[in-house]
């Protein structure tokens, strides 16, 4: 497909994965960061959710758009129903990261949003995935270079889906028309326990790590005595209930749909980041 492309939070957790993947591809990228970082091969713009001004401009001249909202951020109707406008009104085909489990209630912000999106007119995907592997690297790794994770999550399991992975599933959708009017639940290979996880990240990093259960009130505690803001620590509570309850568990062959390829291992992705859980 020819034209450009919009990436939102270009230099984050996906869209740094999806960037390189759609530079490596051949494709015109537009790299969308609050301060237009620049990226080699890209065009580097400033976009900002809470500054309007910036939206119009980001997507100008592209036909594609990979559109997500910042971790932290809980306006998701308002937010994404801005961006989903934009991209309507120009025509751009939306690639959307919503999230797993969306699907399993029409009152779930994300699938009002995923709603709106399909009544919005303009070409789509929608991709749900699963918790991400990668947090361990980041939301944990504190934790974690103590040799301890910690979070509420009992004895439910997750099937982690490697951002490499998502950002593939990403690069497929927005580089081919084969996909428009779907809706994909990306998940790992496997659902496995954090006590299963910690063990894997221990194997990789050489040391003991270990899971440590803990209740919602002491893990809020534990993330607002980190400097996490209250609301969004009684979100990342709330969402820990899916997990306990089992939802999380799910194995699909999403990614192998998208891409052709089997979904990374959370060992294998230990393996790639060892390096960041010796300490």
């Known amino acids: 497909m020819a034209g450009k492309i919009l990436v939102l939070g270009a230099t984050g957790t996906v869209g740094t994965h999806l960037v390189a993947q759609l530079l490596a591809a051949g494709e015109t990228v537009r790299a969308a960061t609050r301060n237009a970082t620049p990226i080699a091969g890209a065009e580097a713009i400033r976009f900002d959710l809470a500054d309007a001004a910036t939206h119009g401009p980001a997507f100008e001249g592209v036909d594609r758009a990979f559109l997500l909202l910042p971790t932290g951020h809980l306006a998701i109707e308002e937010s994404f129903g801005a961006l989903i406008a934009a991209a309507a009104v120009r025509r751009v085909k939306v690639v959307m990261m919503s999230v797993f489990g969306a699907d399993a209630d029409d009152t779930i ?43 509420p999550a009992a004895e439910g399991r997750t099937s982690f889906i490697d951002a ?30 954090y006590a299963e996880a910690a063990a894997i ?6 040391r003991a790590i270990r899971y440590l259960p803990v209740d919602d009130a002491g893990f809020i505690v534990m993330l607002t005595g980190a400097g996490v803001p209250t609301e969004y620590a009684g979100f990342l509570a709330a969402i820990f209930h899916p997990v306990r309850e089992g939802w999380t568990s799910a194995v699909t062959a999403d990614v192998q749909t998208l891409t052709g390829t089997a979904p990374r291992s959370l060992a294998s992705y230990a393996a790639d980041n060892a390096a960041l859980f010796r300490g």
């Open 201 to 206: 990240l221990s194997a990789a990093a050489g």
């Open 109 to 151: 912000p994300y699938r009002r949003t995923e709603i709106a999106l399909q009544r919005s007119g303009t070409p789509h995907v929608i991709l749900r995935p699963n918790w991400f592997a990668d947090n361990f690297h980041s939301f944990w790794r504190e934790g974690i270079c103590h040799g301890v994770i910690a979070v």
């Open 164 to 193: 490499r992975d998502i950002a593939a599933c990403a690069a497929a959708a927005l580089r081919s028309d084969r996909f428009d009017g779907q809706a994909f639940n990306l998940t790992g290979p496997a659902p496995l326990g």
